[in-house]
């Protein structure tokens, strides 16, 4: 059985290429290095896999995530 942990939740996205900004509650500056794919909830105990091209800590609470396929602010 595959287990899931709730880092938190994407709250809008940023710029025009598609990136998408994570507000976390990890406790700590992270750009999630060595992450390769995030789960997204679609629905109760259904998730979907979206990869991660790129991720940039902006700050303590919030990452800037560029994920794979999403190549526009429309997108995001």
Not at 29 to 46: I, R
Not at 47 to 55: R, T
């Amino acid at each position: 059985m595959l287990q899931y942990f709730k880092i938190g939740k994407f709250v809008s996205s940023y710029g025009l290429a598609g990136e998408l900004l994570l507000a976390h509650k990890l406790g700590k500056k992270t750009a999630l290095k060595g992450l390769k794919t995030l789960f997204l909830e679609e629905g109760k105990n259904s998730f979907l896999p979206y990869f991660i091209e790129n991720a940039v800590a902006k700050n303590d609470e919030e990452i800037l995530v560029k994920l794979e396929g999403i190549h526009s602010k429309e997108t995001a």
